[in-house]
């Protein structure tokens, strides 16, 4: 690990303004994802902003009736959230299905939304990736694919975003709340904060240098029943071969917004208009303009199987 310098902020428009004043600066709560790759030197960060104590560590209602999740809210406390559980079920199932207790523990809501890919050709630094170091190039193109991106990827990258909440969070109409250096605050709703890769695969989320994640909101609850689904090599601490997360209706209408097949937790409103239709027609709306390659090709039927499986548990709940 190379050196860095630290320093704990006092406020979150400090901690913004800390980052930007440190060239090569990061911010860092949980950790999990982030010391793993200073260790490979993936990430070399020359000064660390702890945030931990900026109090961003509360659930809270809103006056909308919906919730507000501090960035520094724990997995483990976030899904054992009696509000959670009862009202935004797919949340709390997302969380228990994402890594291990332990990690849960440390994890934060920001860190989550913000966790970097798990594609092996990022974490080895004798291999090219565009994500690591622009205009390096792809070595995953060409290479073993079989965990890799079959909708919104490019010629500059095609790895997938792993997180697990990140996929409940867009199935549930999150909004991401921020504040920049100069203290302005800022909201993006979940749909725009993840990017796809296009020629700028290191350009993750919509986020401007030094902008600190201070909450996350969550809508007025849509009632429903809540699922998650996570489909992996082994039964835990793997990453999502695909995932559906939905909110089915007793007549059938929903939403629905799928992991492990982008950069990006991936939902087409169109998809939610075909539920009722079934989860072929359902499928056929989220995976239109897919891209596959001899290893992920199965992703596509994967999807429809694990989307009738799920609808079929909402009618079974029903």
Request: hydrophobic letters at 40%; one cysteine or more.
């Amino acid at each position: 690990m190379k050196p860095f310098t630290y320093e704990r902020a006092s406020s979150p428009a400090e901690a913004a303004a800390a980052v930007v004043r440190h060239p090569g600066a990061k911010f860092i709560a949980g950790g999990t994802n982030l010391l793993d790759l200073m260790k490979l030197q993936i990430e070399a960060p020359t000064h660390l902003v702890d945030v931990n104590g900026l109090a961003l560590d509360k659930v809270e209602a809103t006056p909308d009736g919906g919730l507000r999740i501090g960035a520094l809210v724990r997995n483990t406390a976030l899904a054992a959230d009696e509000r959670v559980r009862r009202d935004y079920g797919v949340l709390s199932r997302a969380l228990l299905a994402g890594a291990s207790a332990q990690l849960r523990n440390k994890a934060t809501t920001a860190g989550n939304l913000l966790q970097r890919t798990r594609c092996p050709y990022f974490y080895d630094t004798d291999q090219a990736c565009n994500k690591r170091q622009p205009g390096s190039g792809c070595s995953a193109l060409g290479g073993h694919t079989r965990q890799h991106a079959v909708l919104g990827a490019s010629q500059a990258c095609i790895a997938t975003h792993p997180s697990d909440m990140a996929v409940a969070m867009r199935v549930l109409d999150a909004t991401v709340e921020t504040v920049k250096p100069d203290g302005a605050r800022r909201v993006i709703p979940i749909a725009d904060f993840h990017r796809l890769p296009g020629d700028t695969p290191q350009i993750e989320t919509a986020l401007q240098p030094g902008e600190l994640i201070t909450s996350v909101s969550l809508p007025r609850p849509a009632g429903g029943t809540h699922i998650y689904r996570k489909v992996r090599d082994r039964a835990s601490y793997a990453f999502a071969l695909v995932s559906v997360a939905a909110i089915v209706q007793r007549d059938g209408t929903g939403r629905v917004a799928l992991g492990g097949v982008a950069h990006k937790p991936w939902r087409d409103e169109a998809a939610d208009a075909a539920l009722p239709q079934g989860a072929k027609a359902a499928a056929a709306r989220l995976l239109a303009g897919a891209q596959t390659t001899e290893d992920n090709a199965f992703k596509l039927p994967l999807v429809e199987r694990t989307l009738a499986a799920v609808l079929a548990q909402a009618r079974s709940a029903a």
